[in-house]
């Protein structure tokens, strides 16, 4: 009786350990965003004045005049126009491809996806200039379809695909395929509900990787409407000097920026945990 407790009071100072370490990193990671939320309600010279960590009169006319003053609603729609539909594009190239190279009979799959992860490990900025100039040459400059064209296929959506692909049992694909399934409707009804997890996880990664893209559209944009919302930041507060000096609506408009990415997260982030679960092998 005594070892059996003494093993619970272990297990459950464990637990406690753990949740403390965890709570403790959670309040280190989130605490840059809870100070920019809270520095949107100050007054400029609250701001300035580091002793003051919360407003004493919120000033919640700073959101309101960044949402009805300013561009960056039209940013962060021009953000959320060209992410979801780019990671569709993605979604559904990345499937395509892990799906032939994991389950159709290819003469040279492995050469296939070894040329795939090669092209993986060249650095995105080697493909700039090459990229420019195919844009260019297609008229596709500063447009919202250069900017989706220039990313319809991402090598690690597809490697990643490919990993949760490869966990699908064989017996449920030959069931299917048996069953007079054509390959679309294999993916489709068979290895997609068994592997949405994972689908969402690409997703989510991928529509925060560009929404929060700046090196890329700023080389290829350079109309202010078209802006994404990192460059139309820069553009708005600095270049253009409209709020530079006031960091209040600075801070309002980068809270305002970052919500919708916090938001979805929020609605999603049961899916995302199994995704990320079921890749590395952990079940919750």
Not at 21 to 40: E, T
Not at 51 to 73: E, H, M, T
Not at 104 to 111: E, G, P, Q
């Amino acid at each position: 009786m005594n070892g059996a407790r003494g093993k619970r009071l272990s297990s459950g100072l464990s637990f406690a350990v753990k949740l403390a370490v965890l709570a403790a990193l959670g309040s280190i990671m989130v605490f840059p965003f809870i100070w920019m939320a809270l520095s949107a309600l100050k007054t400029k010279q609250e701001l300035l004045d580091f002793s003051v960590f919360f407003p004493s009169d919120a000033q919640w006319g700073n959101y309101l005049q960044v949402l009805r003053g300013s561009p960056i609603p039209r940013y962060i729609a021009n953000s959320a126009f060209v992410s979801v539909v780019t990671v569709a594009y993605q979604v559904f190239s990345g499937a395509l491809l892990a799906y032939a190279v994991v389950f159709m009979d290819l003469r040279f799959k492995r050469v296939i996806f070894a040329v795939v992860l090669g092209c993986y490990m060249v650095p995105g900025a080697a493909t700039y200039i090459p990229c420019y100039i195919l844009l260019s040459k297609m008229g596709l400059l500063d447009s919202y379809s250069g900017l989706i064209l220039s990313n319809l296929v991402s090598i690690f959506g597809v490697f990643l695909l490919r990993q949760a692909f490869m966990q699908t049992p064989a017996e449920l694909y030959e069931a299917a395929r048996m069953d007079g399934a054509g390959h679309w409707k294999t993916l489709w009804r068979v290895v997609f509900p068994l592997t949405r997890p994972t689908f969402i996880s690409f997703a989510l990664i991928a529509f925060i990787s560009c929404y929060n893209n700046y090196m890329w559209p700023s080389l290829i944009t350079n109309s202010p409407e078209l802006s994404l919302v990192s460059q139309g930041l820069r553009r708005f507060f600095i270049d253009g000097g409209a709020y530079g000096t006031n960091w209040a609506l600075v801070m309002a408009a980068s809270t305002l920026v970052t919500a919708p990415l916090l938001i979805m997260f929020l609605l999603i982030q049961r899916w995302f945990i199994a995704g990320i679960g079921a890749d590395t092998g952990v079940k919750g």
